[in-house]
């Protein structure tokens, strides 16, 4: 099972929108939605930050927005802020009944 | 309030074995599927294994199958992680966190595993 395709790094400036492409198959990103967002900062645990493709979870905040279009799944960030700077991994259940992560995009807000 | 709290790892020699506990506190741990991720030094996220809420379904990346062996004490509340015939591919902080409605939700802060001679 190959990693799902991700930027390696996006970058914005405070206020703008960005948006993280996650590439699949038709045997995990496409099969399901069971797509699901992390965000990471240096030396911390992962976060989840969206699942089910477009949910956030309580206490993540609505500027953070999540699709799916055929294989490929994006995660939305607008109005960026300084604290959105951080690495976001993207992550799908698979037909083998393993999970696959993407590789990881680091965001820099400039 | 909730804590997934690893232990166990070290510097270990390759074909060296190692067991991660990881103890849950703030849900009903008997009633959560629950998993391992890891991370390589400066690399990505790598779902590791997973394991249904009374351990009768079990599943591993295939690059550790045969080698590493995912359980649970339900009475403990406490998920494990045999690792044996180790390797130097292996190296990496390992977390784990609860599988629930098809995401990983919370984490644990993870335990360092290193695999050198």
């Known amino acids: 099972q190959s990693a799902l395709t991700q930027p390696a790094s996006v970058s914005g400036s405070p206020g703008q929108s960005i948006t993280i492409s996650c590439n699949g198959t038709?045997?995990?990103?496409?099969?399901?939605?069971?797509v699901a967002w992390y965000q990471q900062h240096p030396g911390r645990a992962p976060k989840l930050m969206m699942y089910?493709?477009?949910n956030r979870p309580s206490g993540v905040s609505d500027r953070f927005s999540g699709s799916k279009s055929d294989n490929s799944a994006s995660l939305t960030i607008s109005g960026l802020q300084a604290e959105d700077e951080a690495d976001y991994y993207c992550?799908?259940?698979?037909?083998?009944?393993?999970?696959?992560f993407g590789g990881g995009t680091k965001l820099t807000v400039l | 309030e909730v804590q997934l709290v690893e232990s166990g790892g070290g510097l270990v020699q390759p074909g060296g074995s190692l067991r991660l506990s990881c103890a849950v506190s703030?849900?009903?741990?008997?009633?959560?599927?629950m998993s391992w991720v890891r991370q390589a030094p400066g690399k990505g996220l790598e779902w590791v294994a997973t394991?249904?809420?009374?351990?009768?379904?079990?599943f591993y990346v295939a690059s550790v199958k045969g080698r590493f062996t995912i359980s649970r004490d339900n009475v403990q509340s406490s998920l494990f992680l045999q690792m044996n015939s180790l390797r130097a591919e292996d190296t990496a902080v390992y977390y784990c966190?609860?599988?629930?409605?098809?995401?990983?939700?919370?984490w644990g802060q993870g335990t360092l595993v290193t695999v050198s001679s």
């Open positions: 966190a609860r599988y629930i409605a098809s995401q990983f939700d919370p």
């Open positions: 703030g849900f009903t741990f008997s009633s959560n599927w």
């Open positions: 394991i249904s809420q009374d351990g009768s379904q079990k």
């Open positions: 038709s045997s995990d990103v496409g099969a399901y939605n069971y």
């Open positions: 089910h493709v477009t």
């Open positions: 992550n799908s259940f698979t037909k083998s009944t393993t999970w696959v």
